[in-house]
T-cell receptor, first 115, second 113 residues
Framework: GAVVSQHPSRVICKSGTSVKIECRSL??????MFWYRQFPKQSLMLMAT?????????EQGVEKDKFLINHASLTLSTLTVTSAHPEDSSFYIC???????????FGQGTRLTVV | AQSVTQPDIHITVSEGASLELRCNYS??????LFWYVQSPGQGLQLLLK??????LVQGIKGFEAEFKRSQSSFNLRKPSVHWSDAAEYFC???????????FGKGTRLSVIA
């Protein structure tokens, strides 16, 4: 199956700093990537959808200025959590799809802890 | 809009017993259906998927799921549960194209000796 690599797997940052999470499709071109957030013992909540070369579409309630998403190429999307606060601590997972596929492929997730 | 319901938040089964996790979906046509498993602190692992053909789908780790259109269900089953199956299980629906998967709230499986 196709591989999606997400990096870093874990990150601890200080309050007020920014953190960048990368999501790469290693063996296919991802026309669309999705970013999810998962709180402890809860399901995955879609944050935003990004298409290569265009602005991301954010779900209602997600601050686009806090969660900056860039999908600059067909193999890379980044999520930057700006001015992080402890309440941004969560598990973030990316997913990628490409035309003709019958499933979405998920990264391994990033555990963000803001102290 | 699509939606997925997993009625059971937490299920406990004895090791060696059979398992069935329920999933119901709401969608106008037949979507693509998935079951994922997630161990604590880990990402998602795809167990199986259905998008057409035989309504009984075999997956990894001895799991299977049956698509029942009349009941809008896609229940996950395993004949004999192992302690290592303890995890969170998510059912998801996708209508393909450039849309995201929609996940159920998950069912936490505990396995006791």
């Amino acid at each position: 199956g196709a591989v999606v690599s997400q990096h870093p797997s874990r990150v601890i940052c200080k309050s007020g700093t920014s953190v960048k999470i990368e999501c790469r499709s290693l063996d296919f071109q991802a026309t669309t990537m999705f970013w999810y957030r998962q709180f402890p013992k809860q399901s995955l909540m879609l944050m935003a959808t990004s298409n290569e070369g265009s602005k991301a579409t954010y779900e209602q309630g997600v601050e686009k200025d806090k969660f900056l998403i860039n999908h600059a190429s067909l193999t890379l999307s980044t999520l930057t959590v700006t001015s992080a606060h402890p309440e941004d601590s969560s598990f973030y997972i990316c997913s990628a799809i490409t035309g003709g596929r019958t499933e979405a492929f998920f990264g391994q997730g990033t555990r963000l802890t803001v102290v | 809009a699509q939606s997925v319901t997993q009625p059971d938040i937490h299920i406990t089964v004895s090791e060696g017993a059979s398992l069935e996790l329920r999933c119901n979906y709401s969608y106008g046509a037949t979507p693509y259906l998935f079951w994922y498993v997630q161990s604590p602190g880990q990402g998602l692992q795809l167990l199986l998927k259905y998008f057409s053909g035989d309504t009984l789908v075999q997956g990894i780790k001895g799991f299977e799921a049956e698509f029942k259109r009349s009941q809008s269900s896609f229940n996950l089953r395993k004949p004999s549960v192992h302690w290592s199956d303890a995890a969170e299980y998510f059912c998801a629906v996708w209508d393909s194209g450039n849309t995201p998967l929609v996940f159920g709230k998950g069912t936490r499986l505990s396995v006791i000796a």
